[in-house]
């Protein structure tokens, strides 16, 4: 008996699902795949600003592991 409405104003644009990174320390924003200085180590991959240095985002590399 309950109506659904047929649009949802919760949804959002397909565009706000590309993720884009900020940098805490300086504000520069690029996607994840955009001008971020991408430094490998043995365990990590690290995104770093190319401003400022800071390190924006961290991950695993074993998580991308083929
Ligand atoms: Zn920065």
């Known amino acids: ?6 649009h949802d104003d919760s949804l959002p644009p397909p565009e706000a699902h590309k993720t884009v990174l900020f940098c805490p320390e300086c504000g520069h924003r ?14 990590e991959r690290l995104l770093v600003c190319t401003g400022c240095g800071a390190v924006v985002d961290r991950r695993s590399e074993s998580l991308e592991t083929a």
């Open 30 to 43: 690029s996607p994840i795949t955009g001008d971020w200085d991408v430094t490998t180590t043995s365990t």
């Open 1 to 6: 008996m309950a109506t659904q409405p047929t």
